[in-house]
């Protein structure tokens, strides 16, 4: 019964009027004013006015009252967003604090300009923020050779990492350029979980994922795991978003720092040191030999018949005989604390360290034979080329660095004048 049908007020106007009715017509027929007939009728018309007054009653109270049901639907409703509400009321300090600790850590990475430690920051962060977390895994996207390379990781407890070149959900990141959320993975029409090592492997049934990208720029992928089900929520996934792109246009101003840091200290045409870096790296090379009492090579060469072989062939193809010798001569010089630069035109210089007289020799004589037996292709004709060297020996030859300079400089001079593709050492 509703409100309407209850209402004692309702029902009281009702009563009276039957009462009212019923009285008056039994005194009418009290003084002769009715006969028992017309009584009769005025009570059938009564009872007829009463039922068809309750049932229009009935219709108006059914149309314009809300039933029971539809009045706790609202009622649930408005407790439900109560709840909601108060929820939200009660979390929004934890929010803040929340807001303001990556209010911070943004602050902190945008100062670097290093990559390695961008990303180290970025996953060190990432496990303070998402403590659900099992595994953290950060993927650089090399855009040359278009694979993925894990750069950092994070692991809470002892397992292997073996998707080294990122794992299928890691793919569809890239491919989509969008952040992904997974609930269960077992679950999940996108992805095939036997294809996955992760699920395979570690039991990893959800994540978060994002890719760290500018626009249509990638640079990497993040990826957040965890063994349990629903284990991050859409909050989680847009907090992610967040560091991912900030990091990503932190990432991209350190790849154009170091950049700008190479064309700074490389030579443009062969892509080795240019003379001032090397001349700093040289001096500190003959610092630490001092004091570790070990020897440095120092070597200067020069290209055979340079300028014959631009007149003959054009500057086009002498800069290709400059490039192939740079890249040979860094091949074989390497990387253990070793170094080349070009030096003046078709002039270069290297240095090799902890080293001796003998395998100095050998070595200055290795890349003398190689380059002699280098040849390049050019109309259908082998263009081949050669150089001198002079080498110098630190301490023995010169014990500071312009005398060595000087030395290195009077020796390749020397195999010029005694018919060039030669090495020279003092004796």
Known sequence: MTLLQK??????????????????????????????????????????????????????????????????????????????????????PRRARKILSLSKVIDKLISYIDREKVYNFLGEKLIDFFPQADNILIFHFDRKENFLELTYSFKKHDVIIREKRGDIMDFWVLKHNQSLIVEDFSQDFRFDSSQSIAFQERNIHSFISSPLSLGEYILGVVRIESKKKKAFSMDELRLLRIFTDVGAAVLERAVLFQRTKILAMNDALTGVFLREPFLERLKEELMRARITETRVALGLLDVDDFKKINDTYGHSIGDLVLKKLAKILEKEVGNSGNAVARFGGEEFIFFIVHTSREEAKKFAEGIREKLSSTYLRFRRKSIGFSVSLGVAIFPEDARDFLSLMEVADSLLYKAKREGKNKVCFTY
Not at 35 to 46: C, F, H, P, R
């Open 7 to 92: 209402s004692p007020l309702f029902n009281f106007f009702s009563y009276i009027f039957i009462i009212l009715t019923v009285s008056v017509s039994f005194l009418f027929f009290s003084f002769g004013f009715l006969s028992l007939g017309s009584l009769l009728w005025v009570l059938a018309v009564i009872v007829l006015i009463e039922f068809f007054f309750i049932k229009a009653k009935k219709e108006i109270v059914k149309r314009y009252t809300p039933s029971m049901e539809e009045v706790e639907e609202k009622i649930n409703l408005l407790e439900e967003e109560l709840k909601e509400k108060n929820e939200l009321f009660l979390t929004l």
